[in-house]
């Protein structure tokens, strides 16, 4: 912990705290972030959005992930990291474009590499290792950030993900968010490990546990991890114990499986109200910034009203344009079947 | 893919293998292999026999035992600018890399729209008849043929192993490349670098006029030779070797299909849901009217691959086959 939960700063023996400019930049990301979930959730409301799984409350792992990683480096998210896609550069629009319903992936993955959502659990951990692998054959200085959550970590892609990262020494840093729950189950159903962290130990990686809702360290331990691995010391773990602060979609209900105590627990000890103290006391955010910083994020909540409330009808070609690069005979006929289905229907109109 | 002068040389099936692998990485410094035992030991088969030694440990390499993660590192490389081919050590212990293979390796072309290509080969032994225990003589090609996004392939032939090999590396599209254990010791004459029709041709391997024997893999032996038992008893058979799975080649197996007018599939896997049954039924949708009798089909059982002692029951036979043709209907030609 860099920062307490009132915003004070403690001292982490071996942890520089981030310069304030640092800090500033993750706040603001931190309050288009909350903006973003809170947009979407309404959107979802409103039908613009099939499902949405939001990272309330996980908000400063969302934007640390993003933050510690250079230019050339790959982030890969699951579902509730949309934030963290977005941090990257992925416009909101297109990586919403998923659960919109248009296409399954809506942005270049190439374009801010970041790899497509992974909706399987833990499936993209081995893609991850394999990109880092590969670059680093090339003698590219890429660092790989994969994410997963608590639950992920007990599907078997996340321990052989982990062992051919170590085994090859590839650049990559796991960070799991454990925020508690894998839908309704808890921690203690999900693993006997002390903790997260020490599922690296079985696989010679590294393994490092922090206060999920403090930017501040978030920023130290994953800025360290990834420096670590660009330097060749091989893939790290890092653990963020955070917290879902709502459910795990909207189509699910909490209320059946934790307690509005524990979730006013740890309301507490939100990341933005507990990053703006810390800020406002080390003078680091005057009003003026911080009333530009919501300017932004609302800025950002209108485009995206607006990308999602914009009705595009998805092309019936797209569905056989990319199964492979050219279709076999066998699509060409479905194809013109379905084509064949519109014109008549279009005749009918 | 790259034309080397064309040498001609006798070559197993294996060797074959090798040498596409080989000539695919001296021309493309992009392909790289990797799995279980292919480094030092070149793989339980040899398949990959000193590429180690020749290429390096970046470019063919042992991994840990575990199929999902070598899959899934295969995907990660192809995403960022290699060709893996990736060696499953048999049939049945792919398994573990069924979900890669499904959600990622079929589908990551689509959901991305076409941005993001895994040019990827996964190479399987398959198939039986070289009396193994269980759990290493499964024919899974219907798991990887009902997949969209996958080519899969199976060839007959040395100079077919060699040839789409190397179509399958070059490939844009990731190709499940299915190796028929029991053809890795055949040999023959195989002219490096000649063309051979790509993936997704058919070709007629034996001309015939009364029946056409449908095969693939490591049935077209069966079927060539059951077409020279027939012709000694004065029936003439046809051969199609499909040699891709997918894409299917209606074209060729249709038209071979209309100038017998009879027809029987042969393949090893056990017959139910199968890529047998596919092909009747697709024949059978095109050619109606061309047939003389209802497509019939030769293939294993509906059994758990039985063990050694017991699995010449399981694998159709010459006998099976001619018994199978002998039932076209032909009292009523």
């Given at each position: 912990?860099l920062v307490?939960?009132q ?9 520089a705290a981030?310069?304030g400019a ?7 990301a931190l309050v288009?972030?909350?903006r ?5 959730y309404?959107?979802v409301?409103q039908?613009?959005?099939a499902v949405?799984p939001?990272?309330?409350g ?7 992930a ?8 790959w982030l890969?998210?699951t ?14 629009v297109?990586a919403l474009?998923?659960?919109k319903?248009?296409?399954h992936c809506?942005y270049?993955p190439?374009?801010?590499h970041?790899?497509?959502?992974a909706?399987p ?7 991850a290792?394999?990109v880092?692998?590969?670059?680093r054959l090339?003698?590219?200085p890429t660092?790989?950030?994969a ?5 992920g970590?007990?599907e ?7 062992n051919?990262?170590?085994v090859?020494?590839?650049?990559v840093?796991f960070f799991?968010q454990n ?6 189950v ?10 997260l ?5 079985g696989?010679?990686?590294?393994g490092e546990?922090?206060?999920?809702n403090d930017?501040?360290a ?7 991890a990834?420096e670590?691995?660009r330097a060749?010391?091989g ?8 917290y ?5 979609t ?5 209320t059946?499986y934790?307690?509005d ?6 309301a507490e000890r939100d990341p933005?109200t507990?990053l ?5 006391e080390r003078?680091?955010l005057?009003d003026a910034?911080r009333?530009?910083i919501s300017e932004?994020?609302?800025r950002m909540a209108?485009h995206?009203?607006?990308g999602?409330?914009r009705d595009?009808e ?6 056989f344009?990319?199964?492979y690069a050219?279709?076999?005979?066998q699509l060409?006929?479905?194809a ?7 014109d008549?229907?279009?005749?009918l109109? | 893919m790259?034309?080397?002068a064309?040498a001609h040389?006798?070559l ?6 090798n ?17 279980e035992d ?8 040899r398949i990959t ?6 290429f390096?440990e970046d470019r ?9 993660g070598?899959?899934?590192v295969?995907?990660g490389?192809?995403?960022n600018?290699?060709?893996p081919?990736v060696?499953m050590?048999f049939?049945a ?7 890669q ?7 990551m ?7 993001v290509?895994?040019?990827m ?15 290493h003589?499964d024919?899974s090609?219907?798991?990887y ?10 060839p ?11 179509d399958?590396i070059?490939?844009p599209?990731p ?8 053809l890795?010791w055949?040999k023959e004459?195989v002219?490096?670098g000649a063309p ?6 058919a070709?007629v391997r ?7 024997l ?6 077209v032996?069966?079927a060539?030779e059951a ?14 070797d499909?040699?891709s799975i ?10 071979a299909?209309r ?7 042969v393949?090893?896997?056990a ?6 049954s596919?092909i009747?039924a697709r024949?059978t949708?095109r050619c109606?009217?061309?047939?003389a009798a ?7 059982l ?7 002692k017991?699995e010449?029951?399981?694998l159709p036979?010459?006998?099976r086959?001619?018994d199978?043709v002998?039932d076209?209907q032909w009292?009523d030609?």
């Amino acid at each position: 912990m860099l920062v307490d939960p009132q915003g004070r700063g403690v001292d982490a023996p071996g942890y520089a705290a981030p310069e304030g400019a640092a800090l500033v930049r993750a706040f603001a990301a931190l309050v288009t972030a909350r903006r973003l979930n809170d947009q979407a959730y309404a959107l979802v409301r409103q039908g613009r959005l099939a499902v949405y799984p939001s990272s309330h409350g996980q908000e400063a792992c969302q934007v640390a992930a993003a933050q510690v990683l250079a230019d050339g480096d790959w982030l890969f998210p699951t579902y509730r990291d949309t934030v963290a896609a977005v941090g990257r550069g992925v416009d909101p629009v297109e990586a919403l474009s998923l659960l919109k319903g248009d296409w399954h992936c809506g942005y270049d993955p190439y374009e801010h590499h970041v790899a497509p959502h992974a909706t399987p659990l833990a499936t993209q951990l081995p893609h991850a290792v394999g990109v880092a692998h590969a670059a680093r054959l090339r003698g590219e200085p890429t660092v790989v950030l994969a994410m997963c959550g608590d639950g992920g970590t007990s599907e078997g892609d996340f321990h052989e993900a982990l062992n051919f990262a170590a085994v090859l020494r590839a650049p990559v840093v796991f960070f799991v968010q454990n925020n508690e729950y894998a839908i309704s189950v808890p921690l203690a159903r999900q693993t006997a490990a002390p903790s997260l962290a020490h599922k690296g130990i079985g696989y010679g990686v590294p393994g490092e546990r922090v206060d999920g809702n403090d930017a501040a360290a978030l920023l130290a331990v994953l800025g360290a991890a990834v420096e670590r691995a660009r330097a060749g010391e091989g893939p790290q773990l890092v653990e963020a114990h955070t917290y879902r602060m709502q459910a795990h979609t909207n189509a699910d209900d909490a209320t059946r499986y934790r307690r509005d105590d524990e979730v006013a627990a740890w309301a507490e000890r939100d990341p933005i109200t507990r990053l703006e103290a810390h800020l406002r006391e080390r003078a680091l955010l005057t009003d003026a910034r911080r009333a530009e910083i919501s300017e932004q994020a609302e800025r950002m909540a209108a485009h995206l009203r607006d990308g999602l409330n914009r009705d595009v009808e998805p092309d019936p070609a797209m569905l056989f344009d990319h199964v492979y690069a050219s279709p076999t005979p066998q699509l060409t006929e479905q194809a013109a079947l379905i084509a064949d289905e519109l014109d008549r229907e279009g005749a009918l109109r | 893919m790259t034309v080397t002068a064309p040498a001609h040389v006798k070559l197993t099936m294996a060797q074959a293998l090798n040498r596409a692998l080989r000539d695919a990485m001296a021309a493309d410094p992009t392909v790289v292999t990797f799995g279980e035992d292919v480094g030092a030991l070149g793989g339980v088969f040899r398949i990959t026999d000193g590429l180690t030694a020749e290429f390096g440990e970046d470019r063919c390499f042992d991994t840990p035992l575990a199929e999902s993660g070598i899959v899934g590192v295969a995907v990660g490389m192809a995403m960022n600018g290699m060709r893996p081919v990736v060696e499953m050590q048999f049939d049945a212990f792919a398994y573990p890399a069924f979900e890669q293979i499904v959600s990622h390796v079929a589908k990551m072309r689509n959901r991305t729209r076409g941005r993001v290509a895994l040019p990827m080969v996964i190479r399987i032994p398959y198939a039986g008849g070289i009396g193994g225990v269980e759990h290493h003589c499964d024919s899974s090609e219907a798991y990887y043929a009902h997949t969209p996004g996958l080519h899969v392939v199976a060839p007959a032939t040395p100079a077919d192993a060699y040839g789409l090999l190397r179509d399958a590396i070059a490939s844009p599209d990731p190709v499940i490349f299915l190796e028929p254990k029991k053809l890795y010791w055949s040999k023959e004459e195989v002219e490096l670098g000649a063309p051979v029709p790509g993936i997704g041709r058919a070709v007629v391997r034996r001309e015939g006029t009364d029946a056409t024997l449908i095969a693939y893999g490591p049935s077209v032996p069966v079927a060539l030779e059951a077409a020279e038992v027939a012709a000694q008893e004065g029936r003439s058979l046809q051969v199609v070797d499909l040699r891709s799975i997918v894409p299917f080649d209606d074209e060729t197996v249709c038209a071979a299909v209309r100038s017998t007018g009879r027809a029987v599939v042969v393949a090893e896997a056990a017959g139910f849901a199968s890529v047998s049954s596919e092909i009747v039924a697709r024949v059978t949708e095109r050619c109606f009217h061309a047939l003389a009798a209802p497509i019939r089909r030769v293939t294993g059982l509906d059994i758990p691959y039985p063990p050694p002692k017991l699995e010449h029951f399981q694998l159709p036979g010459v006998d099976r086959v001619l018994d199978a043709v002998d039932d076209l209907q032909w009292e009523d030609r």
